[in-house]
């Protein structure tokens, strides 16, 4: 069983900052792929970046390339996602996720479906 605490979603205005935060309680936290996803109203959930196991290796969606950071630190189990320039567009629940199945040491996953472990989300409203 893995516990994953998002934290760190607040209200800010356009162009501005934001630092998510994923703690995981699992002692084996350090061989899984980790993955941050994003839900708005009315949408479906999609893929927002993806880091490997060993942190080599990570993946953005278009939509956040070159805004969006993703890191971890295997020693204390945390998964961050650094978000600047923000748009309106970006408001939406934001999710990290864990994969607990075996994983390539540079891989990085994108569907929802290759992740089996969730947060509870945590909310990141940005104004205009």
């Known amino acids: 069983q893995v516990q994953l605490v998002d934290s760190g979603g607040g209200l800010v205005q356009a162009g501005g900052s934001l630092g998510l935060s994923c703690a995981a309680s699992?002692?084996?936290?350090?061989?899984?792929?980790m993955g941050w996803f994003r839900q708005a109203p009315g949408k479906e959930r999609e893929f927002v970046a993806g880091i490997s196991w060993s942190g080599g290796g990570t993946y953005y969606a278009d939509s956040v390339k070159g805004r969006f950071r993703i890191s971890r630190d295997n020693a204390v189990n945390m998964v961050y996602l650094q978000m600047n320039s923000l748009k309106p567009e970006d408001t939406a629940v934001y999710y990290c996720?864990?994969?607990?199945?075996?994983?390539?040491?540079?891989?990085?996953?994108?569907?929802?479906?290759?992740?089996?472990?969730w947060g509870q989300g945590t909310q990141v409203t940005v104004s205009s």
């Open positions: 699992a002692r084996t936290f350090s061989s899984y792929s």
């Open positions: 996720a864990a994969r607990t199945l075996k994983s390539s040491i540079g891989g990085v996953y994108t569907r929802a479906s290759h992740y089996d472990y």
